[in-house]
């Protein structure tokens, strides 16, 4: 098989590519569904129930069919465990010898993702894919020194051990991909070094993996590989400076799989309606599919009851929703409100305007020099006045994680009701509300890979039930005279007006895109992401990491003597790679560490080895460059 057309930078033509992948996917088991057959497919998937006919009012969503959860209309509930890590597209798991027939675009050999080549992807092996796909003579380093990840790694052994983890927490039997490629169970093939094409060979019988003078068969990529994963998500295929997209800027917001992509789609094509009002059936087709988010975002962070889950625009709304309702209901002059020196300027705003308001006192709680909260200090805040303890799972500007149960343990000691922020936890860790036991949790669906202005506040029953309304409108009541309202219950008391009802359903799909992959699998290949991407950093000279805590998700927030963060944060754009620079909306915490901003690369469960190394070469290019121009 012959590419006849290469672009000018002799690259194969995309339509080319494109052709040629059709080509050997109709020959792939099961072949390949066209793309009139993939929507007819998709709305398949939607099929609503349509037991109800009618739909009469909040008080009745206990009525409405819980159809697409029980029925799992998008197929999730077939794979228990998946593997984040492992390589393997959580599209292609559910058809580990079909080749992700569910989605035609995971199937395509991107070119964007490899300029022309498969990566071996090297996580911990010490050697960098990064370096045979990039051209590294851009940077004046093709007479280099060897870049750190460029040789041996001390800290490959610790990788290897974390990574392996995967293996030992869930049973080999749960990683369909593992017996069914015949894969070494307890290695995974970027710790080997193999070349996945081996494992391609294996499903694909070895007839379309002919190389050709161009390489072709590196296009084909293993459905176990984790560039897949990456395939999911449409806009990685963009080019940013005519480099392949590295979005590195996930704290500020993820991006979406094609799977929410399609899920909002659906809902206005098909199922568009103010929801709980009317007695037609798209009216019962908007409202299922919105309870059946409410219902998914319980389960995902496991709190006790459905009724606890309020829908709101995000973490920012869902603070100040509890500032402005529990917070001046219950609050008196001369009351403390305890926070972390952490925070994001959303959860001290606030709780200064309620504290203005009421005469309300605000207590911090300080950190040490990694980042850590200082346990012994937080305990010494709490008094008699001590009402309400407000803090952050995870900060978004050193990726401190905090101890949260254990804080979360003392408050309630002290009689203090507490609010977790989320909004950087729940994409990187496992969330079990029932055994945190916070009064109140929020997070915005952005941040977990669902659609902006879209997020949930999470309360405590009996505590949603007492409190005020914060906005009046539709929805939201039982009853209205001129005389007097009576409001419902919580969900509904807090969602006045018509919502974000695409939204909330977008964020379900979201929800089932994270549970498909497996939450823990994710937390683990991050990790060891992370412990592979601070390693590397530490090595790039006159780089300073700020947050250096013991437990970390996510974040990597440094300066670089000699540049401004805009330098750095511009350089890396010209090479296509997304970072945020500035002040990350946590002022008080960069300048406890003497800063006003850092460069912050923030990563995620799509994010591989090869972008990290790519993060690094532009900083060793820069301080390389630097020194030359000293001398
Ligand atoms: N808290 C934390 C820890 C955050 O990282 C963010 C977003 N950067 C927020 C709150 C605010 O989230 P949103 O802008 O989605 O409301």
């Given at each position: 098989?012959?590419i006849?057309n290469?672009?000018t930078n002799?690259?194969?033509?995309?339509?080319?590519?494109?052709?040629?992948?059709n080509?050997?996917?109709?020959?792939?088991p099961g072949g390949?569904?066209?793309n009139?057959?993939f929507?007819?497919?998709v709305?398949?998937?939607?099929e609503h129930?349509?037991?109800l006919k009618?739909?009469?009012?909040?008080?009745?969503?206990?009525?409405?069919?819980?159809?697409l959860v029980?029925?799992?209309?998008l197929?999730?509930?077939?794979?228990t465990?998946?593997?984040?890590?492992?390589?393997?597209s959580?599209?292609?798991?559910n058809h580990?010898?079909?080749?992700?027939?569910?989605?035609?675009?995971t199937s395509?050999p991107?070119p964007?993702?490899y300029n022309?080549?498969?990566?071996k992807?090297v996580?911990?092996?010490?050697?960098?894919p990064?370096?045979?796909?990039?051209d590294?003579?851009?940077?004046n380093v093709?007479s280099?020194?060897?870049?750190?990840f460029?040789?041996e790694?001390?800290?490959?052994h610790?990788?290897?051990?974390?990574?392996?983890?995967i293996n030992?927490?869930f049973p080999?039997s749960?990683?369909p991909?593992?017996?069914a490629?015949?894969?070494n169970?307890?290695?995974y093939?970027?710790l080997?070094?193999?070349?996945?094409?081996q494992?391609g060979?294996?499903l694909?019988?070895?007839a379309?993996?002919?190389?050709n003078?161009h390489?072709i068969?590196?296009?084909?990529?293993?459905p176990f590989d984790?560039n897949l994963?990456?395939a999911?998500f449409p806009?990685?295929?963009?080019?940013?400076?005519?480099?392949?997209?590295?979005?590195l800027?996930n704290?500020?917001t993820?991006?979406?799989p094609?799977l929410v992509?399609?899920r909002?789609?659906h809902?206005?094509?098909?199922?568009n309606?103010?929801?709980?009002?009317?007695a037609?059936?798209?009216?019962?087709r908007?409202?299922?599919?919105?309870?059946?988010?409410r219902?998914?975002?319980?389960h995902?962070?496991?709190a006790?009851?459905?009724?606890e889950?309020?829908?709101?625009?995000?973490?920012?709304e869902?603070i100040?929703?509890?500032a402005?309702?529990w917070?001046d209901q219950n609050l008196?002059?001369?009351?403390?409100i305890?926070?972390?020196?952490?925070?994001?300027h959303?959860?001290?705003?606030?709780?200064?305007?309620?504290?203005?308001k009421?005469?309300?006192?605000l207590?911090v709680?300080?950190?040490d020099?990694?980042?850590?909260?200082?346990?012994?200090?937080?305990?010494?805040?709490?008094?008699?006045?001590t009402k309400?303890v407000?803090f952050?799972?995870v900060?978004n500007?050193?990726g401190?994680?905090?101890?949260?149960?254990?804080?979360?343990?003392?408050?309630h000691a002290?009689?203090?009701?507490?609010?977790?922020d989320?909004?950087q936890?729940?994409s990187?860790?496992?969330?079990?509300?029932?055994?945190l036991n916070?009064?109140?949790f929020?997070?915005?669906?952005h941040?977990v890979?669902?659609p902006t202005?879209?997020?949930?506040?999470?309360g405590?029953?009996?505590?949603l039930?007492?409190m005020?309304?914060w906005?009046g409108?539709g929805?939201m009541?039982?009853?209205v005279?001129f005389e007097?309202?009576e409001?419902?219950n919580?969900?509904?008391r807090f969602e006045?007006?018509t919502?974000?009802?695409?939204?909330?359903v977008?964020l379900?799909a979201?929800i089932?895109?994270?549970n498909?992959?497996?939450?823990d699998?994710?937390?683990?290949y991050e990790?060891?992401l992370?412990?592979?991407?601070?390693?590397?950093l530490?090595?790039?000279?006159?780089?300073?990491?700020v947050g250096t805590?013991?437990?970390?998700?996510?974040?990597?927030?440094?300066t670089?003597d000699g540049?401004?963060n805009?330098q750095?944060?511009q350089?890396l754009?010209?090479?296509g790679?997304?970072?945020r620079?500035?002040h990350h909306c946590?002022?008080p915490?960069?300048r406890r560490?003497?800063?006003?901003?850092t460069v912050?690369?923030s990563?995620?469960?799509?994010n591989?080895?090869?972008?990290?190394?790519a993060l690094?070469?532009?900083l060793h290019?820069?301080k390389s460059?630097?020194?030359r121009?000293?001398f």
């Open positions: 098989m012959d006849e290469l672009n002799g690259f194969p033509d995309e339509s080319e590519l494109e052709k040629i992948a080509q050997l996917f109709k020959s792939a390949l569904q066209n009139s057959g929507s007819e497919q709305h398949n998937q939607y129930n349509d037991t009618q739909s009469d009012g909040v008080n009745d969503l206990g009525k409405i069919s819980q159809n029980n029925n799992n209309n197929g999730f509930g077939k794979v465990k998946s593997v984040a890590g492992s390589g393997i959580p599209s292609a798991i580990p010898s079909d080749f992700s027939l569910e989605d035609p675009q395509l991107d964007h993702f022309g080549q498969i990566p992807s996580a911990g092996s010490g050697k960098s990064s370096l045979q796909n990039q590294l003579t851009h940077g093709t280099h020194n060897k870049l750190p460029e040789t790694q001390p800290f490959e610790e990788l290897k051990e974390v990574l392996s983890q030992s927490t080999s749960q990683l991909h593992v017996s490629f015949g894969i169970e307890n290695s093939y970027f080997t070094g193999q070349n996945p094409l494992y060979n294996q694909f019988g070895g379309n993996q002919n190389q003078t390489g068969s590196s296009y084909v990529k293993p984790i994963v990456k999911d806009i990685l295929k963009e080019r940013v400076n005519g480099k392949p997209l590295i979005w800027d704290a500020a993820t991006q979406k094609k992509i399609d909002i789609n809902f206005y094509e098909h199922e309606s103010n929801i709980h009002r009317a037609h059936e798209l009216a019962a908007s409202t299922d599919a919105y309870e059946a988010a219902k998914k975002v319980q995902f962070i496991n006790g009851s459905v009724n889950i309020v829908f709101v625009r995000g973490t920012t869902a100040n929703l509890v402005q309702s917070g008196n002059t001369g009351d403390e305890i926070v972390s020196n952490l925070e994001h959303a959860n001290i705003v606030p709780w200064q305007i309620l504290a203005a009421k005469g309300l006192k207590r709680i300080p950190v020099d990694d980042g850590q909260i200082l346990l012994d200090e937080y305990a010494k805040l709490f008094n008699s006045k309400l407000s952050t799972h900060s500007a050193l401190t994680v905090t101890p949260a149960q254990q804080m979360i343990e003392m408050a002290n009689g203090a009701k507490v609010l977790l989320g909004a936890s729940v990187h860790m496992r969330v079990d509300l029932q055994k916070p009064d109140f929020v997070f915005s669906g941040k890979f669902g202005g879209i997020g949930v506040l999470y405590r029953e009996e505590i039930n007492s005020q309304p906005q409108g929805n009541i039982k009853d005279t007097h309202t409001y419902h919580a969900p509904g006045a007006g919502g974000n009802i695409a939204d909330a977008g379900g979201a089932d895109y994270v498909k992959i497996g939450i699998l994710i937390n683990q990790h060891g992370l412990v592979y991407g601070t390693n590397l530490k090595q790039v000279p006159g780089l300073r990491l805590a013991a437990d970390k998700a996510s974040v990597l927030s440094f670089l540049f401004t805009d750095v944060g350089e754009n010209k090479e790679i997304a970072v620079t500035g946590a002022q915490i960069l560490f003497g800063l006003e901003s912050r690369p990563l995620a469960f799509y591989t080895c090869a972008d990290v190394d690094v070469t532009v290019r820069l460059n630097q020194k121009s000293l």
